[in-house]
């Protein structure tokens, strides 16, 4: 296989801290500024995965950062520059402690949930007599914390997250509005694709000047789930599953290798020829998404393109 960043050791300018997530790695600078890297690691059921997969860091930074470009005209966002492939570089920010998953389908979490019986969550109502993917109502807010490196997030309810003093009632409100107004903009962007926008989380911040920001990634399909249009009314009515474009294959995959991310399960080993389908996934993925023919950048030394990249464009603002 290709060369993949499955963790990196910058020393940028003005360097003052390091925060490694489960994909990303931000490194925070003195002036307040943000530099964050995707790395290829991929992260399902919460656990990161072995082996890196070629191109998905830049997969995931280009998708995202033409996503907060194209919804910057109704919620505003951390980012400053993409200086390299795999870089987001922006406005350091408090973190909002949850996550804001929005759901307009009843499918994966909440399929699953709802097999089980259970007819809430979050605190919202799912109807009785829905089938897996058929589309709800309206479309629901199903929050979750924020887990800590290695931990799960947990589902939470607005109830809770107000009760328990995480997001002040007047922020929750604001961010309940732009989660719904994102995903307005992210279902009219993907029917313009032809796909349906499923369901998607949202990550937020607040400035030192207490601007609540979107921040993180957005519509990835990390971060979210899609269908394709074409077929879908005719699956629901065969109750045949959906033709989807989302992680969620990884997921099966390790489903039906006995691993859901649980205690004593051990990762299946993926070969590098499922490496290889899974690197062509995402690059389906992002041309779907996105509309656009994906260009490889050159993975020959990731590690030294991203320092040179990055150090440039700090150059060039420090002047």
Same mark, same amino acid.
């Given at each position: 296989? &290709? ?6 050791? %910058?020393?940028?300018? &003005? /360097? ?5 997530? @489960?994909?990303?790695?931000? $490194? ?22 072995? @082996? &890196?997969?070629?191109? @998905? ?47 307009? $389908? ?7 949930? $709802?097999?089980?019986? @259970? ?11 829905? /089938? ?50 994102? %995903? ?79 205690? &004593? ?28 023919? %994906? ?25």
């Amino acid at each position: 296989m &290709g060369n993949t960043i499955i963790a990196t050791d %910058f020393n940028f300018p &003005g /360097q003052q801290s390091v925060y490694r997530g @489960k994909v990303r790695e931000v $490194y925070r600078l003195h002036n307040d500024i943000l530099v964050m890297v995707a790395t290829d690691r991929l992260s399902a059921f919460d656990v990161v995965m072995p @082996k &890196g997969i070629p191109y @998905k860091g830049q997969i995931l930074n280009q998708i995202a950062t033409k996503m907060m470009e194209a919804t910057k005209d109704i919620v505003p966002n951390w980012l400053l520059a993409t200086p390299d492939p795999n870089v987001a570089i922006g406005h350091a920010c408090e973190p909002f402690k949850v996550e804001m998953v929005i759901r307009g $389908y009843l499918s994966g979490h909440a399929a699953r949930e $709802y097999k089980a019986g @259970k007819r809430m969550l979050c605190g919202v109502a799912m109807p009785d007599g829905m /089938q897996e993917n058929d589309p709800f109502p309206e479309p629901i807010i199903t929050p979750a914390t924020k887990a800590e490196k290695g931990d799960h997030d947990e589902d939470i309810s607005k109830e809770d997250i107000l009760g328990r003093g995480i997001v002040s009632e007047a922020d929750y409100a604001q961010l309940e509005k732009y989660t719904r107004a994102l %995903f307005r903009r992210g279902t009219e962007i993907a029917a313009e694709r032809g796909l349906i926008l499923v369901d998607t989380k949202y990550e937020f911040g607040k400035t030192k000047a207490g601007k609540i920001v979107l921040i993180d990634e957005i519509h990835t399909p990390d971060s979210s789930r899609y269908f394709y249009q074409e077929g879908y009314a005719d699956r629901q009515t065969k109750g045949l599953p959906q033709k989807q474009l989302s992680k969620e294959f990884v997921r099966q995959w390790l489903i039906s290798n006995g691993f859901q991310g649980l205690e &004593g399960q051990t990762v299946p080993e993926m070969t590098d020829a499922y490496i290889e389908t899974v690197s062509a996934r995402y690059i389906e993925l992002y041309e779907n998404i996105t509309g656009e023919t %994906f260009n490889k950048a050159n993975i020959t030394n990731i590690q030294e393109r991203i320092n040179e990249n990055v150090k440039a464009y700090l150059n060039g603002i420090d002047q």
